[in-house]
């Protein structure tokens, strides 16, 4: 568990089926990643995708392992890493 800075919340450290604000999920992966891919909707509803990899062929295969795993644990994202081989 992980205590929120300048409040009372903790935060804790597990799989869960409630969505999760969008930034404490960027903020919980700074500094963590080799290679990122970021896809949502913005506030007007908007597809927006971001990558740091510059070909597309390296982020579809990201994006492609990534639903795979998605699969393999029933839709669930632990915000951990997943692949075990």
Known sequence: MQLVPESNV???????????????????????????LVIGYDKEGHLYFAASEGDGPSNLWL?????LD????GGLLPGV?????
């Open 63 to 67: 994006l492609k392992t990534a639903e």
């Open 10 to 36: 903790v935060e804790l450290q597990c799989i869960t089926t409630l969505s999760i604000p969008c930034d404490r999920v960027l903020e919980a992966a700074k500094g963590k990643l080799q290679t990122v």
């Open 81 to 85: 890493p997943l692949s075990t081989d």
């Open 70 to 73: 998605l699969f393999k644990t």
